[in-house]
């Protein structure tokens, strides 16, 4: 059977970028859904599996509403496991949602929903849809949970630390006596 085996050279692209998202949502997950952190979690069950799944989202608000960026396009597990669900629970900023009727839209009908700066990010990349979702009750048991199961380590507050020092020293840099 020509044909239906993948080259040597792509399979290992393939096992070292799923290698890669591993480590890098992990990593994500601990800084995710936190007070000021861009990404949110959304919290959804597997449309096959039936197993509970958490995975850092590009999130942002517009009203009362969450915005979820596709930055994978309409093929994302995620994204196809909240459709089939028409819900999910959404971390973001604090606080834990729960988040239900998904529907996509134009990042032009939403332009608010993320700060500039995240707009241009998002421009340039893959984002070309985005997943809007209405903000339900707060659980705030769900975002105990990720806390938990994700705890912020030392290596945030250092960062967070760093963050610091760099605002103090950009505002004392550009303090006008």
């Known amino acids: 059977m020509a044909g239906t085996r993948q080259s040597p050279d ?5 096992r070292a970028r799923a290698g890669d998202r591993r480590v890098l949502e992990s990593t994500a997950l601990r800084f995710a859904g936190r007070p000021a ?11 096959e599996s039936g197993q509970r799944r ?3 989202v590009l999130t942002g608000t517009v009203g009362d509403q969450f915005v979820l960026a596709l930055r994978s396009g309409t093929d994302a597990e995620w994204y196809r496991d909240v459709r089939a669900a028409d819900e999910c629970v959404v971390v973001y900023d ?4 729960r988040a239900e009727s998904p529907r996509l839209v134009d990042p032009a009908a939403v332009p608010e929903a993320f700060p500039a ?8 990349g893959s984002a070309r849809q ?3 979702m209405d903000r339900g009750e707060e659980v705030p048991a769900e975002y105990r ?4 199961r994700y705890p912020a380590r030392p290596a945030v507050a ?17 303090r006008r006596d």
């Open 117 to 124: 700066g995240v707009n241009r990010l998002l421009s340039r």
């Open 37 to 47: 952190a861009p990404h949110g979690i959304v919290r959804h069950v597997g449309r």
């Open 10 to 14: 792509r399979a290992t692209r393939d």
């Open 130 to 132: 985005y997943l809007r």
């Open 94 to 97: 604090g606080r834990a949602y």
């Open 54 to 56: 958490d995975t850092p």
């Open 158 to 174: 250092g960062l967070a630390g760093a963050a610091l020092l760099v605002a103090v020293l950009w505002w004392a840099a550009n």
């Open 145 to 148: 949970d990720v806390t938990r």
